[in-house]
């Protein structure tokens, strides 16, 4: 695919050209980019404490994830295509970003977890809505919303939360999987896993035929270990991943404001003599190294 061949409105990430990922989306994931470095000491030349980076992306992801709650709970704000790409933004994030790699390592485990879940049932709850409000015809990428990247965005949403296979959590992120992909399955799309987030010149096809088949090359891209979801599965797999008390959860699960003395976890928004305060205490340190 050139670059031509991108539809407006549409950035094409590596070379594949099923990576297709909406400007829209981008715009919200610059702007959690944004938010994330305001939060970063590293950023501001202090240190304040080991987990501090992490318990502000943890702040910042639970927080997006609370706003798109309330969005995938509207029977009206679900369909919005801006909520599609808002969840698009946060599949990118969590993807491809150091608040996703960070918020796992922070010393709250029921915290981490909060996030996982949250991730998951906003994740499987909004796709089965969308496949109930496209009743009785099949869930598209045109119906119940227009979103041209609609199979991509799904298929990589399934696969984000096996970043996080090993933490021990309850739920399992295998199953998270399947069931996303079983319902993209039976509404007549392809259903099968991603070997990788996001293929392109480094998943191996590229020294393949350029003239082979959209299809041929889709199932090079195929994960061969995969077992498919029934539709029973998919009844049960919700039960365990339900939207209302994972987000009940991780709204109760607040980031502890004594951590940062009751200050912001934006940084930027601190007075400015309490954050020349925290470079002096940087800095005496560092020159105690000397």
Known sequence: ???????????????HPDELWSEAAFKHVFRLQEEEEKRDPDAYDIYIFND?????????IRREMLSLG???ASTTGRLELKTFQQFEALVL??????????????????????IYNGYGSLWLSYLLNLEKAAKPDNLSSTNPINAL??????RTAAKVLGQYGGLGFENDADDFERAMLRVLERNGMNGTPKKKLFLGENSGEDDEDED????DEEDDDEDEGFEPATDKDVTRIAKQWKMTPALQTLRARAVPVDFVKG???DISSWPAHELAAEK???QAIMDGFD
Not at 149 to 154: E, I, M, P, S
Not at 212 to 215: L, N, V
């Open 1 to 15: 695919m050139s670059e031509s061949d991108v539809p407006d409105g549409f950035k094409r990430v590596g070379d």
């Open 52 to 60: 501090f980076f992490g318990y502000a992306c943890a702040d910042l």
């Open 70 to 72: 309330t969005k995938a």
């Open 93 to 114: 994030y969590m993807a491809n970003s150091n608040g996703a790699n960070v918020f796992p390592t922070i010393d709250d485990a029921e915290l981490a977890e909060a």
């Open 149 to 154: 990247n609609f199979k991509n965005v799904v």
């Open 212 to 215: 082979m088949e959209d299809e």
């Open 263 to 265: 200050r912001s976890w």
């Open 280 to 282: 002096a205490k940087q």
